[in-house]
């Protein structure tokens, strides 16, 4: 875009005067700009459910997570009898849920 650059002011195309990228006319010469300043648009993000980033799980923890997701209903029908397989039924609901949100897309990087 004539007249913008990269310091967060452009350049009146009639008095050279410094303005703020989102003023609307030139606060020296008064001149209006004829558009809005429009930043270059961002990169595309990029999601993964592998890779973790400072606030969701790496990967470790969701394999674990998945592992105990697996594990724990065949130790309860295991130890418990029978009467574990209440449980594993109300956990064959619950662990959709569960590593629905283990395995949650996050963002980890726009590229280039
Ligand atoms: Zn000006």
Redesign the pocket.
């Known amino acids: 875009m004539p007249g913008a650059d990269n310091s967060g002011v452009r350049r009146?195309a009639?008095?050279d005067?410094a303005v703020p990228l989102e003023a609307r006319w030139?606060s020296?010469?008064h001149?209006a700009f004829e558009a809005p300043y429009v930043p270059p648009p961002s990169p595309e993000p990029v999601y993964s459910r592998w890779a973790g980033d400072a606030v969701s799980l790496g990967p470790r923890a969701r394999v674990a997570w998945t592992a105990g997701a697996v594990l724990v209903p065949v130790a309860v029908v295991a130890y418990v009898g029978v009467i574990g397989m209440f449980v594993v039924v109300a956990w064959l609901f619950l662990a959709p849920v569960v590593l629905r949100d283990v395995w949650r897309r996050t963002r980890v990087r726009p590229s280039r």
């Open positions: 009146c009639r008095c005067a030139c020296l010469c001149a």
